[in-house]
């Protein structure tokens, strides 16, 4: 096994898993070159020059312990994650989700790492890199194409990608008041939805109007397509039938004091004033102009002001099967950790997770100690076996209980409160372990 001699780790990409990793190893006294492009270079679906930017919706899902999100996050917590406790203290109302303040979230991480004498930023972008030196690459999946153009050369494999797609964010004052309700469907969370329901003939004017509506798509993707179905453009599922919306983003069941409603869009806070909505499930690919023409047919939202456009941006991630390690080392470069989305998981959080145990090996390797994986029991353990498990139709996984070893025995009702209290059973003795053995 290497050893290294400068106590110092490479991390390439300054997002939600790059900063989860570098403060981790910075608080375990190694230091860290973190490099980002920002702001020199942007992707398309970057805007601020902050760390850990969250470009898509602010929601880092559910903290319930009957979710795989929620049991996802307590593993966190219990390895010491430090971006899930900065994302704990700006959050907004989101009923049983933790969704956060987007510009304070990315302000706090950005003081958080500034202010660590042993973590030095190195701005510009990253195109190729020393193979010899330990390193995180947590670019991201809107990586720079020379950095995703590299990694197809070290892995033997040409990089992956889909397409995914943000949701607009508008002002508060323009929700028509008389024509909108507060409230969270079956009183999850009281009064942290602002919903804006439609009557029949309403919601069949916004999805025709939606369906014939002009995309922006060959603009981005040269007519490919390849759509993540865990965030799907609202135009693109609604071209799947009429009522695909309404059993979708826009069911309308759970409103007990709304009447019936034949369709419900919901809004959440996007900042902790509650000035700025987004548009739950929302996502679009729409031009900017059809994007005001056709929300604004949605009655509570007749005067609607678009502070963000909804956009659509490419998504890359590498074969993982092929090229990862289930501790999240290249096969063929083990001194190289991938970590992120980057790495073929799905979602904030999960990017966070791998991060932090990318990082909690790299540590691991510069003590001279071997790799871990968490057990398959856990959340986390179980993203890192699904993404490093041969698949010839990979495609990338967010925190589900799917994933995990089944539970026998266990009425159904209680079946998902079980796989939580397993995980955190088992990331409870994984930790100790840590700590007793090393």
């Known amino acids: 096994m290497p050893r290294y ?8 990409g300054g997002g939600l898993a790059g900063c989860e990793a570098a403060l981790y190893l910075s608080r375990h006294g190694i230091n860290v070159r973190l490099f980002e492009a920002k702001p020199k270079w942007f992707s398309p ?10 470009v898509c919706s602010n929601s880092l899902k559910s903290t319930s312990p009957t979710t795989a999100g929620g049991a996802l996050k307590n593993e966190l917590n219990k390895l010491g994650s430090t971006l899930l406790g900065i994302a704990e203290k700006c959050s907004v109302p989101a009923g049983s989700a933790l969704a956060v303040d987007r510009d304070r979230f990315s302000g706090l991480v950005t003081d958080a790492v500034k202010s660590r004498g042993n973590i030095e930023i190195v701005e510009g972008v990253v195109e190729r890199f020393d193979t010899s030196r330990l390193t995180l690459v947590c670019a991201g999946p809107v990586c720079h194409d020379g950095l995703a153009a590299y990694l197809a050369e070290l892995t033997g494999e040409r990089s992956l990608h889909f397409f995914d797609a943000a949701a607009p964010i508008i002002t508060a004052e323009c929700v028509d008041p008389e024509k909108s309700f507060f409230g969270a469907r079956y009183g999850k ?3 942290d939805y602002l919903n804006c329901p439609m009557n029949r003939e309403e919601y069949l004017a916004f999805y025709n109007a939606l369906i014939c509506a002009e995309r922006a798509v060959d603009e981005v993707t040269g007519g490919d397509m390849t759509v993540f179905e865990g965030c799907m453009p609202v135009e ?20 007990r004091d709304a009447g019936k409603p034949y369709a419900v869009l919901q809004l959440r806070r996007e900042n902790a004033e509650g000035s700025l909505y987004n548009l739950v499930g929302f996502q679009t690919n729409l031009k900017f102009g059809e994007q005001k023409r056709v929300f604004s047919l949605i009655p509570a939202l007749h ?4 502070i963000r456009y909804g956009v659509m941006h490419r998504n890359t991630f590498i074969n993982a099967p092929t090229a990862l390690n289930a501790d999240l080392r290249l096969k063929k470069h083990d001194n190289i950790f991938i970590a992120g989305q980057l790495c073929g998981v799905e979602g904030y959080v999960e990017s966070m997770a791998t991060g932090l145990m990318a990082a909690v090996n790299a540590e691991r390797i510069l003590c001279g ?5 968490p057990p398959r029991e856990t959340v986390i353990g179980a993203l890192c076996n699904y993404i490093a498990a041969p698949n010839v139709d990979f495609q990338p996984m967010n925190a589900n209980f799917g994933i995990l070893p089944s539970i026998d025995g266990v009425k159904k009702a209680d079946r998902k409160k079980a796989y939580y209290d397993r995980s955190d059973a088992a990331v409870g003795e994984f930790v100790q372990s840590l700590a007793e053995h090393g």
């Open 189 to 191: 969370g009281g009064d």
């Open 236 to 255: 693109v599922m609604a071209a799947r039938g009429v009522d695909a919306l309404r059993y979708g983003p826009l069911r309308p069941v759970g409103f």
């Open 303 to 306: 005067d609607i002001e678009i």
């Open 45 to 54: 679906a970057h805007k601020s020059g902050g760390l850990a930017e969250i």
């Open 369 to 373: 100690k071997s790799t871990v994986v």
């Open 5 to 12: 001699s400068d106590n110092t780790v490479d991390i390439i």
